[in-house]
């Protein structure tokens, strides 16, 4: 249920927000000469993913918040399969990765159809 095979069926919650993201503070951006709506790429000893850059002033200066509803963008393939020895859950919220400028975003055909609407919206299609 990490890939969004329930929420990304609500065509309205797939509309909001269709694609990847990675919410990123604005002075990380600039470091990286990334400009919001970008492409970055966030790698990993395990992998890499590619999504869109959403500046996010809430984000702590160093740190990156990518949610997990995104199997085209699988962000839980760059942290560690390592299980907790007493809860048996993986640990899925901390990572050391890499950040670059650009990339190719994966698309996908949307469970929702978001991408869809997301496109009317912006007069794409």
């Not at 760059?78 to 919220?93: M, Q, S």
């Amino acid at each position: 249920w990490h890939t969004g095979s329930m929420t990304r069926r609500a065509g309205v919650l797939d509309a909001i927000e269709p694609d990847p993201v990675a919410l990123v503070h604005p002075l990380d951006l600039q470091r990286l000469g990334v400009q919001p709506g970008a492409a970055i790429t966030i790698a990993s000893r395990r992998g890499e993913v590619v999504l869109w850059a959403r500046a996010d002033d809430s984000s702590p200066v160093g740190a990156i918040f990518v949610p997990f509803c995104y199997y085209e963008a699988a962000i839980n393939r760059l942290t560690n399969a390592a299980l907790d020895p007493y809860g048996k859950i993986p640990e899925f919220k901390y990572c050391a990765v890499k950040v670059v400028a650009g990339g190719e975003v994966a698309r996908q055909g949307s469970y929702g159809g978001g991408q869809i609407l997301a496109g009317v919206a912006q007069s794409t299609i």
